[in-house]
């Protein structure tokens, strides 16, 4: 299947090229030139497959056409190698756990799928593959670690100095090997600002080959979809739906994690609406308010994934419904918390339903508070593991509740390594050919 630039100032490109360049050449974002739906009778039988059978099923909508079969179930359940089981918090809310990978974060199941698929795409290759990669905190580790070793790959890491949890700071500066992380002086934006510009830059990619594993990238987007679809069929195989409607609440920074969601729609998955809760950086709330969409510079929130003031993936959404302000609306409803309104959700869900959720996944689950109708029930994304928050969350919930999970604590110990560099392309740009 060939992938076309949601600008459409440039030839559409196939599967390999889509992932192995990250952003088309007139700077849009690939988009998969069909969507396949699903047979209503999928949805009959959906509850009796595994996770991972399930997503191999969706894969094989997207990629099938490019990747043969036994290749393909391979990369599918090998990324997955662990669950996202949805954890019942109310009667009618859910939590899907999406921090069960190696970086406790749901970025490990799109970065795990690309650093597999382009293994995959470049085993006869001879040239070094430089994946640049802007992170807001978690993109960060779950790409570098699902990166981790890959012969071939070299992995640069930016993040905005001070602005990540030292927990994650620590995720993807301790690595070594083959990975380098870029502390900039700068915000997440500066950051993506950079690797955006270095996508364009004539000579770097003459002499480079680049490629991006933000979610830009087709190959970590699209594989987001699969979790929507189990958590369909967990909840159908306890017989919670599909007599009520489903809701999904995602908190959104850059709105990949949505826009998969968007798309498994399109594919058929029965969803009545979702909801997209943001932290102050809400450009896409008031666009859903207003019908305007004007980006501005992010602020600093403590849900910090989601500090982002210009999100990629809108482009996305708009393609996807031909511009339609009137189809955005009906698929989706946007809702936004401060900081206040986010620490006083975790403190009330502690109390009275004893589940933690971290500050992002406290933005999903108080929209789905706000949102739910009479016959719906909700799910919303539980994004990280609340302990790569501790700091935040303990300051809620008190000293001591929320243990830190092995995986993290392994990361605690290693050492920081990483190169401080100004926001300037020149800087950045001699860096990389240096
Ligand atoms: C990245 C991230 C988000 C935002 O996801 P998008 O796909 O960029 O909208 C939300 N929560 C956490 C914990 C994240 O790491």
Not at 218 to 247: D, H
């Amino acid at each position: 299947m060939n992938y076309y630039s949601t600008n459409r100032q440039t030839p559409a490109v196939t599967l390999k090229e889509a992932v192995v360049k990250g952003l088309a050449a007139d700077n849009g974002l690939f988009m998969p030139e069909r969507i396949e739906k699903f047979e209503p009778s999928f949805f009959q039988h959906i509850q009796n497959l595994s996770f991972q059978e399930i997503a191999f099923e969706v894969a094989r909508k997207f990629f099938g056409e490019d990747i043969e079969e036994p290749k393909l179930r391979e990369i599918v359940y090998d990324t997955l190698s662990f669950d996202c089981p949805v954890v019942a918090v109310t009667d009618k809310i859910w939590s899907l756990e999406l921090f069960h990978g190696p970086t406790l974060a749901f970025k490990d199941v799109g970065a795990r799928f690309m650093a597999r698929l382009l293994n995959h795409f470049l085993e006869k290759s001879d040239r070094t593959v430089n994946v640049l990669v802007a992170t807001s905190g978690d993109t960060g580790s779950a790409v570098a670690n699902g990166f981790l070793g890959v012969e071939g790959i070299h992995v640069f890491v930016l993040y905005p100095r001070g602005k990540v949890s030292d927990i994650q700071e620590k995720q993807f500066t301790t690595l070594g090997k083959n990975i380098t992380a870029l502390e900039i002086d700068g915000t997440f934006d500066d950051c993506q600002q950079l690797v955006k510009t270095a996508f364009l830059d004539e000579e770097l990619n003459r002499r480079l080959t680049l490629t991006s594993a933000n979610s830009i990238n087709v190959a970590r987007f699209l594989p987001q979809s699969f979790y929507y679809f189990n958590a369909w069929a967990r909840l159908k195989a306890q017989g919670v739906i599909p007599s009520r409607e489903l809701v999904f609440s995602v908190p959104s920074g850059n709105f990949g994690n949505l826009t998969a969601g968007l798309f498994a729609r399109e594919m058929g998955l029965p969803v009545a609406r979702f909801l997209a809760a943001n932290n102050r950086n809400d450009v896409v709330y008031q666009y859903l308010q207003t019908g305007k969409y004007e980006p501005r510079p992010s602020v600093e929130t403590i849900a910090n994934a989601m500090d982002v003031g210009a999100p990629s993936n809108f482009a996305r959404i708009l393609d996807l419904y031909g511009n339609s302000y009137e189809k955005i609306t009906s698929a989706m409803k946007g809702f936004r918390y401060t900081d206040e309104e986010i620490r006083q959700t975790i403190r009330t869900v502690f109390e009275q339903n004893g589940y933690l959720c971290d500050p992002h996944g406290a933005c999903g689950y108080q929209a789905l508070t706000e949102a739910l109708e009479e016959n719906q029930v909700g799910v919303f994304l539980e994004t990280a593991h609340p302990a790569k928050f501790t700091g935040t969350v303990e300051a809620v919930v008190g000293n001591g509740n929320v243990p830190l999970p092995e995986k993290l604590a392994a990361f605690v110990k290693g050492e920081k390594q990483s190169v401080p560099l100004g926001k300037s392309f020149p800087e950045f740009k001699s860096f990389l050919l240096g």
